[in-house]
C-alpha cells in the first residue's frame, strides 16, 4: 500500500509588501507518495517556488502569514520551532535550488561546503567527511579533485551537480528540486535529469521537480500538479495529464509545447495563452483562470470544488473534462 512522504492541505501564504498583502498561496492541496517523482509545473509567480520554501520554512516569518497543514511523518512543519526544522530540513528534506552559482559561496571550496551540510547532521570524523564528500562527486559524475575548486571555476553543469551532491549528502526522504535545469543548454539537462533519476531509484528519494516545462514533467515524473494563481488546479498521472487534460489551463499550457511540424514554418504563430496572471493583492472569489479561459460562463464566478476524476486524477473547474 503506497503511503505519502509529504501531504500539503489547504495551505494560505500572505507577504506583507511596500504594496499590500501578496496572497501568494490560496489553499494549496498536495499529496506526495513515497519513492514517486512528482511534478510541479506552472507559470513563473504562480506559487511553485514558495510551496517549496513553505515546506523548509524558508520564508521570512516577519513578514509572512501562513496557515493550513504540512504533514510530514506525523508532525505539521508549520507548527514546528526553528530547532526541529534544524534538524529535518537538509537531513530528512534538502533542495537544490533554481540558481546553484548564487546558492554556493564563492569564498569556499566545493568539498568544504558539501563537508558542512554533514558535520551539522552526520557524526563523522574529518577524515570520514572528506571520503564522503569524494565518494559523492563521483557519484554526480565529477572527479573527486573537484572538492578542491571553487564555484566559480566550474561550469554551470558542474556547480549543479555539487548542488545536487550536497543535497543527497545526509541521505534525505524527500528532495526537493527547484528548476534543476533552467540555466543549462539540453544535452546538460538531460544529463542532470539522468542523474537525478538515477539517484531516485538508487537511494529511494520521493522527488518533488518544480518546472515551468511540460516535456520535463512527462519524460520524468510518475504524477504531476499543475499550478495557477496560488492554487493546484489539476494533479493526475503525467502521462494522462499532458494525453487528456481537464483543465483549461493545462491544456492551453500543453498547445504552447513547440511541436516539430511548425518548427520550420515561420508564418506559423505559437499559441500563447491571452492575457496575464491575477496580480494576487486581493484574495479572489472565483475561479483564478476565469479572465483567459474561453470556457468561462457565470458559474466561473463562484470557486469550483476540487473533484476526483478517478485513477488518481483530480481538477478544480466547473467545466471539467470539457478542455
Known amino acids: 500500500m503506497e503511503t505519502d512522504c509529504l501531504s500539503i492541505e489547504n495551505l494560505f501564504c500572505d507577504f506583507l509588501t511596500i504594496e499590500g498583502i501578496v496572497y501568494a498561496l490560496s489553499g494549496v492541496n498536495l499529496r506526495l507518495k513515497r519513492g514517486e517523482i512528482h511534478g510541479l509545473v506552472g507559470e513563473s509567480g ?38 526541529e526544522m534544524r534538524f529535518i530540513r537538509g537531513k530528512r528534506i534538502s533542495m537544490i535550488f533554481q540558481d546553484p552559482l548564487n546558492s554556493l559561496s564563492p569564498l569556499e571550496t566545493v568539498g568544504s561546503q558539501i563537508e558542512e551540510a554533514m558535520t551539522n547532521h ?27 575548486q571553487y564555484p566559480f571555476e566550474l561550469s554551470g553543469g558542474m556547480q549543479q551537480r555539487v548542488m545536487i551532491a550536497q543535497a543527497i549528502s545526509c541521505n534525505p526522504e524527500l528532495l526537493i528540486a527547484d528548476e534543476p535545469t533552467t540555466a543549462l543548454d539540453l544535452t546538460i539537462q538531460a544529463q542532470v535529469l539522468d542523474i537525478l533519476k538515477s539517484l531516485q531509484k538508487e537511494l529511494s528519494l520521493t522527488v518533488l521537480l ?107 473547474c466547473h467545466h471539467k473534462g470539457d478542455a
Open 122 to 148: 552526520l557524526d563523522l570524523d574529518k577524515a570520514k567527511l572528506r571520503h564522503r564528500t569524494a565518494f559523492l562527486l563521483e557519484k554526480v559524475g565529477l572527479h573527486p579533485d573537484t572538492s578542491r
Open 210 to 316: 518544480i518546472t515551468h516545462n511540460f516535456a520535463l514533467v512527462t519524460e520524468n515524473c510518475d504524477r504531476a500538479s499543475v499550478m495557477y494563481a496560488g492554487r493546484i488546479v489539476e494533479t493526475a498521472p503525467a502521462r494522462s495529464l499532458i494525453e487528456s487534460a481537464a483543465h483549461p489551463y493545462t491544456n492551453a499550457l500543453i498547445n504552447c509545447i513547440p511541436r516539430s511540424s511548425t518548427a520550420g514554418n515561420r508564418r506559423e504563430k505559437l499559441p500563447v495563452i491571452s492575457g496575464s496572471p491575477p496580480r494576487l493583492y486581493a484574495p479572489l472569489d472565483g475561479c483564478p483562470f476565469v479572465l483567459r479561459c474561453p470556457k468561462a460562463d457565470n458559474a466561473c464566478a463562484q470557486m469550483p470544488a476540487v473533484t476526483d476524476l478517478g485513477e488518481g486524477r483530480a481538477v478544480c
Open 46 to 83: 504562480c506559487g511553485k517556488s514558495v510551496t517549496s520554501r513553505a515546506i523548509l520554512g524558508l520564508v521570512d516569518k516577519k513578514h509572512t502569514r501562513m496557515r493550513g497543514v504540512i504533514r510530514f511523518d506525523g508532525k505539521n512543519l508549520l507548527s514546528l520551532p526553528e530547532r
